[in-house]
């Protein structure tokens, strides 16, 4: 079993940053496979970044340049920094975890956590 709790959201103004962090209760912390998603209101849920991930790029295009994603082995914990924020990047953010394999496809994750409210304001 896996339990994720976000943590980090925050009301900020466009241009401004915030660290989004996800705690990990798991032994195997190592193998987790972690996916950070958002939900804007009246949206569907989008793939935000993912952690290890395969191919070109962990992240979608449109936090590309502004959003990084890491991960602290020591700490069991994720983190998704997030710079230049916009107001469109005003969402409810999730992490999830997997453990197989990366993905940018929410169904495709087993544990997710509770979010956190991201607030941009212009």
């Known amino acids: 079993q896996v339990q994720l709790v976000e943590s980090g959201g925050g009301l900020v103004q466009a241009g401004g940053s915030l660290r989004l962090s996800c705690a990990a209760s798991?032994?195997?912390?190592?193998?987790?496979?972690i996916g950070w998603f958002r939900r804007a209101p009246g949206k569907e849920r989008e793939f935000v970044a993912r952690i290890p991930w395969t191919g070109t790029t962990p992240y979608a295009d449109s936090v590309k340049g502004r959003f990084t994603v890491s991960r602290d082995n020591a700490k069991n914990t994720f983190y998704l920094q997030m710079n230049s924020l916009k107001p469109e990047d005003t969402a409810v953010y999730y992490c999830a975890a997997r453990r197989d394999r990366s993905s940018v496809y929410a169904f495709e994750y087993n544990y997710w956590g509770q979010g956190t409210q991201v607030t941009v304001s212009s």
């Open positions: 798991v032994r195997t912390f190592s193998t987790l496979y």
